[in-house]
């Protein structure tokens, strides 16, 4: 008798590589958005069947949920800077601006170097090998957690999550730098029922991303898909206007920013200053420092996501004035 899993899995396997041959010839820009969603979801739930429910908390929650936020947002700047934006309801089709054929060989090519080179790897890869399954294993009782991927992420490879940390910070203070200079599209005009939904589900919302926070010492979660979850907050606080940032707001976001990452290589820092390697965390303080990592460094996460949504600085109305009289 067939497996009904292998079923599933073949079904599931087809559509996701539909799904992203779909998204990339969609020749409307809306559309390609909702089959990039989508297809984040799918790939969540393959990696879900690939028992890696770490990486399927983090596609859903960054990849495909704050991702297709910031995607949506885009496009709706997009509108607004081609003049478009109340053409959409009348003719319901955006569609894609042509790309030089150098741009689409060009990155072809560099696509068809990254696949090469992955296949080359898998291909090289021992068959069966022991992994490293059995290092941390053994290291697991030093770790501070009961977790293997946050004793990883947090202690054992504590640099890696260090820098991508850094990334985002990088990230926002690009888009703030960037944006200065580009007009501003108006916010969307939402309804009532849209701000009353936005209420019903804050309170939930923030209760799910603290639990993924907290749970990650022992399970399936941490400091990346809670402070997604959590940025999904400031997100719909954001879309409903129960909050508009306001210039005086500036210092407080940019201490959430590298609060973070301030707090992550401090902690580094300390620890070298007791006389051992970076990031070595003496065994009895190791869950006291790893929690507290984590849990700033979630702050800083949804903190700079939200700002990722919402994009440009805030900044006084007579400033912006000034800005654009120069």
Known sequence: MTDPFLILDLLLAGAVIALAIATLTARDLFAAIVL???????????????????????????????????????LHHLRYVA????????HGVTPVTPVPMSVIWANAAFCGLITLGLAIAFLDAPLGGPGFDALVADAMPASGVDHGVTAVLLNFRSYDTLMEVVVLLAAVIAVWQIERGLSEAPAPDLSVIWQGFARLTLPAIVVVGTYLLWKGSEAPGG?????AVLAAVGILLLLSRLYVPHPSHRALARWGFVLGTGVFAGVALLVTGGGRVTFEYPPEHAKTLILLIEGLVTVSIAV?????????????????EAGHDA
């Open 36 to 74: 990039f969603i989508v297809l984040g979801l799918l790939s969540a739930l393959a990696w879900v069947r690939l028992s890696a429910p770490d990486v399927a908390l983090a596609e859903a929650a960054i990849g495909t949920g704050v991702t297709g936020a910031l995607l949506l947002k885009t």
């Open 223 to 227: 400091a990346f898909q809670g402070g």
């Open 83 to 90: 003049g478009t934006l109340g053409e959409q309801a009348a």
């Open 304 to 320: 700079t996501l939200a700002a990722l949504f919402h994009g440009r600085e805030p900044v006084a109305l007579r400033a912006k």
